[in-house]
T-cell receptor, first 113, second 115 residues
Framework: KAGVTQTPRYLIKTRGQQVTLSCSPISGHRSVSWYQQTPGQGLQFLFEYFSETQRNKGNFPGRFSGRQFSNSRSEMNVSTLELGDSALYLC????????????FGSGTRLTVV | GDSVTQMEGPVTLSEEACLTINCTYTATGYPSLFWYVQYPGEGLQLLLKATKADDKGSNKGFEATYRKETTSFHLEKGSVQVSDSAVYFCALSDHYGGATNKLIFGTGTLLAVQP
């Protein structure tokens, strides 16, 4: 059974640019969540999608957005990148939501220069 | 709001020593509790979970009991191995309004096991 796949694994972007990260959940999983991990702030929730609907959103500025497609694949977008957006972005999937326990991908390491 | 507090690391142990990583939580509702583990360069893996008071989660020799009276979910293992070296995160997911379908994590505890 394939795990959660995130692409790309590494990204280097310039301040002011935008970036799109992709996540393919485990087959059959309809809940997809995104988390940002940094040494200073730890793991912080970005948003959660279920069957193409955003069910919950964390306290991030509007530059951070996401969406989920009918095949449950998800993308997140960050516009007008700032140096502080440098982080490991983790995608996680589950059958119904957080209560099931998530399976995480290996993450996308974003560096903003 | 909901929060998770876990003991500061790093925790350094010799192989076969006993492990306890403390975790306490604050929650408005009746949360589910989790331990996740992160190995270097990887994402998080679910280690164990408990969904109600007095439940015991267990996996790979690790155990944790949901203690509502002390709002705790301490992680224990009787005999650690070098391969257990990783960062361990305690987390909760609550059942009310804006807290549903998200995980709130503790800061993580680095465990280093020496041979």
């Amino acid at each position: 059974k394939a795990g959660v796949t995130q692409t790309p694994r590494y990204l280097i972007k310039t301040r002011g640019q935008q970036v799109t990260l992709s996540c393919s959940p485990i087959s059959g999983h309809r809940s997809v969540s995104w988390y940002q991990q940094t040494p200073g702030q730890g793991l912080q929730f970005l948003f959660e999608y279920f069957s193409e609907t955003q069910r919950n959103k964390g306290n991030f500025p509007g530059r951070f957005s996401g969406r989920q497609f009918s095949n449950s694949r998800s993308e997140m977008n960050v516009s007008t990148l700032e140096l502080g957006d440098s982080a490991l972005y983790l995608c996680a999937s589950s059958s119904q939501g957080a209560m099931d326990g998530y399976t995480f991908g290996s993450g996308t390491r974003l560096t903003v220069v | 709001g909901d929060s998770v507090t876990q003991m500061e690391g790093p925790v350094t142990l010799s192989e076969e020593a006993c492990l306890t990583i403390n975790c306490t939580y604050t929650a408005t509702g009746y949360p589910s509790l989790f331990w996740y583990v992160q190995y270097p360069g990887e994402g998080l893996q679910l280690l164990l979970k408990a969904t109600k008071a007095d439940d015991k989660g267990s996996n790979k020799g690790f155990e944790a009991t949901y203690r509502k009276e002390t709002t705790s979910f301490h992680l224990e293992k009787g005999s650690v191995q070098v391969s257990d070296s990783a960062v361990y995160f305690c987390a909760l997911s609550d059942h009310y309004g804006g807290a549903t379908n998200k995980l709130i994590f503790g800061t993580g505890t680095l465990l280093a096991v020496q041979p």
